[in-house]
């Protein structure tokens, strides 16, 4: 059983950076990937960016490319989701998931990951 606890959302204003983080608690974090996953308001839920457990292989959505940066310290059992030059698109609630899946690169579909979080809300005011 993993439990995730992301932070670090809020309310900012378009071209700012915000910088989430999700606590995880077990003892095998690193034979997980994690990813983040974002859903607004009337839309379905979307893939952000995931990292294998390794910390080497990163996926990213085109839509956010170039913006976004996922990170992990195995040590702290914690995953990063740097967010910068942020728009009023990216609003939306955020949540990270763990993969039991031990491949360098990360899976993308929603469906592979079996824990998720509670979800941080991020707002980008235009």
């Known amino acids: 059983q993993v439990q995730l606890t992301e932070s670090g959302g809020g309310l900012v204003q378009a071209g700012d950076s915000l910088r989430l983080s999700c606590a995880a608690s077990?003892?095998?974090?690193?034979?997980?990937?994690m990813g983040w996953f974002r859903q607004a308001p009337g839309k379905e839920r979307e893939f952000v960016g995931a990292?294998?457990?390794?910390?080497?292989?990163?996926s990213y959505a085109d839509s956010v490319k170039g913006r976004f940066t996922t990170a992990r310290d195995n040590a702290k059992n914690t995953v990063y989701l740097q967010m910068n030059s942020l728009k009023p698109e990216d609003t939306a609630v955020y949540y990270c998931?763990?993969?039991?899946?031990?491949?360098?690169?990360?899976?993308?579909?929603?469906?592979?990951?079996?824990?998720w979080g509670q979800g941080t809300q991020v707002t980008v005011s235009s």
């Open positions: 998931a763990a993969d039991r899946w031990v491949g360098t690169y990360p899976r993308l579909q929603d469906n592979r990951y079996d824990y």
């Open positions: 990292i294998g457990g390794s910390g080497v292989g990163t």
């Open positions: 077990g003892r095998t974090f690193s034979n997980y990937a």
